[in-house]
């Protein structure tokens, strides 16, 4: 149970950058980027190749955000400067991205076994690895906070909040757009070099359904540690992104569901935590309405209402 | 200051929708003009907003601030020059950030934005200075979001985020409309004094025949695309609302119609 705990850890640490990455473009920009599902290969694919043909880690690491800026910017440019429906210029990029992560590795799967990665070193160490990882989240978090309190952070926040605002004030939203698609698959191809290189592999399928997962982890955090500030929010992120990886742990004990029902187990998740809170509300809101209106009419009741 | 000459925009053109919004448009504002706009329904009073400001692009013409044109520019390039307050109350602030980050935004206008933080002590006491001007007391409120503030509140901070940075050209799209009358007077008040202490050269378009015979220092009526009338300040000051609306009568030869119109 407490190896599993700490599996659990170890995953939602390293799928975090990703859940950041999806956080940007979903909540941020209000911009649902299925790129995601590519680059996250992408990444992974990067490191794998050049950590397999004896290339250093970290700069294998390095190279693969690069790759994730690169394909993000495409998709901006494709949403932004093409006009191209911002689903669809996803999609098409995961599609081409599909073939260039293909021509990248040369072949279906790559072995990272028997290679130092990054966590060579401190994988012996359970606390160590952990803690060393939950500082690198950590600080890539802050870093983000930072950025998005600076005046093109605050332009990169306001093109999702209020778009036509920002422009008026003088901010190119088209610009904005690019910036945040591309920091963010370059996000999500750092979290796939880190899952190539603890699970020992890169292969092809590896993104799959990583849009889904992110959301997940950005709903679940939002959801149960709150949004009050952009401080707050990357860090329930964060969190989500464990709690995710709790949750599946603990499904996956349960007797009669297999490690393949796992994307359905995430697609329930997902669902159930967008319509709950959205169920909730509205109940909410009736129930408010239906208190103001008594509480309004008996107070012109009171006062002696005229026929 | 703002030079408007022969602008015109056609709406859909070549299809049945074909409509003439701007047609022929000269329009000279000097430095410190506070120019009021009145105007029937589709006269065109909006698109010459969104012309200046560059939602839009003028089919042919050109608009001119300072001497330069500007015409060509994209609307971002183009707010240096130009504060502008739309009408929805919800238009001119981003709700999900702080009443602080909205005005770090406006405190860049039309200034290379960078990695310098948006808010610091420095930027924050000047913030604070301006807001106490509005006097409803969002000095005390400096982090609350802007989605908790009521229309009126939003609406006096999208009026100082336009002008604190002390624009060349303020334009007014019909900015008191969609607020209850009280904060509607509150907004005309902080507007008419804003105006005045920064000296703004002003474009206000409104509804209110009262209110666009009591400020400023000319009125201008629009209707199909066309000034039809332009009254200067002497005449102006002794102008009454059934005055003004039989002259367009007299212009036009139908009654104004605007569904919001308020006579005063």
């Known amino acids: ?140 978090k802050l870093l983000l906070d930072a950025f998005l309190h600076t005046d093109l952070g605050l332009a990169l926040r306001a093109t999702g909040d209020n778009a036509r605002m920002i422009r008026s004030l003088g901010a190119n939203t088209d610009t904005t757009k690019i910036i945040g698609v591309s920091l963010s698959n370059g996000l999500v191809a750092v979290s796939g070099a880190m899952i190539a290189q603890q699970s020992g592999f890169a292969d092809m399928s590896m993104g799959v359904g990583t849009i889904v997962l992110g959301l997940a982890s950005v709903i679940i955090g939002e959801a149960i540690f709150g949004i009050r500030s952009v401080v707050r929010a990357t860090l329930a992120v964060i969190l989500g ?67 | ?63 001119r601030i300072g001497g330069k044109a500007i015409h060509h520019l994209p609307e971002h390039m183009r707010s240096r020059w130009i504060g502008r307050v739309f009408q929805d109350p919800m238009a001119g602030t981003a709700p999900t950030m702080s009443i602080e980050e909205n005005l770090s935004m406006a405190y860049k206008r039309g200034k290379a934005r960078g990695f310098g933080w948006g808010a610091n002590a420095a930027k924050r006491k000047l913030f604070r200075e301006q807001l106490s001007r509005l006097g409803i007391r969002l000095e005390d409120r400096m982090s609350a979001k802007v989605g908790l503030l009521s229309g009126g509140e939003r609406q006096a901070l999208s009026l100082l985020m336009a002008t604190f940075t002390q624009p060349q050209i303020l334009l007014l799209d019909e900015h008191t409309a969609a607020l209850d009358p009280a904060r509607a007077e509150l907004i005309t008040d902080l507007t008419e004094e804003i105006v005045r202490d920064m000296s703004l050269t002003t474009l206000m378009v409104t509804h209110n025949m009262e209110q666009a015979i009591r400020l400023g220092n000319r009125l201008i009526m629009m209707d199909k695309g066309r000034i039809i009338l332009d009254i200067p300040e002497s005449r102006k000051r002794d102008l009454t609302v059934p005055q003004l609306l039989g002259e367009f009568e007299r212009i036009s030869g139908r009654q104004l119609a605007d569904d919001r119109i308020v006579l005063g």
Request: proline share 3%; with cysteine.
């Open chain 1, 1 to 140: 149970m407490l190896e599993s705990l700490t599996g659990a850890v170890e995953l939602g640490l390293l799928y975090a950058l990703m859940a950041i990455g999806v956080y940007i473009t979903f909540r941020i920009l209000d911009f649902p980027d299925l790129t995601v599902d590519a680059s996250f290969t992408t990444g992974g694919a990067v490191a794998a190749v050049m950590i397999s043909n004896g290339g250093s880690p970290l700069l294998a690491t390095i190279c693969a955000f690069g790759c994730g800026l690169a394909a993000g910017a495409v998709t901006g440019l494709l949403h932004t400067k093409g006009k191209v429906n911002g689903l669809l210029a996803g999609i098409l990029m995961m599609i081409a991205l599909y073939s260039v992560n293909m021509r990248i590795m040369g072949k279906p799967n790559i072995s990272l076994v028997n290679t130092d990665t990054l966590f060579t070193s401190i994988e012996g160490n359970t606390v160590l690895y952990l803690l060393v990882l939950a500082i690198v989240v950590i600080m890539v």
């Open chain 1, 241 to 307: 992104s464990i709690v995710y990886r709790i949750i599946v742990a603990l499904a996956l004990r349960v007797e009669f569901l297999d490690t393949s029902d796992l994307k359905l187990i995430t697609a329930v998740i997902v669902v159930g935590a967008l319509v709950i809170p959205t169920v909730r509300r509205s109940m909410k809101q009736k129930s408010v309405a239906r208190r103001r209106t008594q509480e309004l009419i008996a107070a012109a009741g009171s006062q002696g209402g005229r026929s």
């Open chain 2, 1 to 63: 200051m703002l030079d408007i000459s022969q602008v015109s925009k056609l709406f859909n053109p070549g299809t049945p929708d074909e409509k003439i919004a701007l047609m022929n448009i000269q329009l000279k504002l000097e430095p410190g003009d506070f120019v009021t706009v009145i105007g029937s329904n589709g006269a065109g009073k909006s698109t010459l907003m969104n012309i200046i400001s560059g939602v839009m692009k003028p089919d042919i013409g050109e608009v």
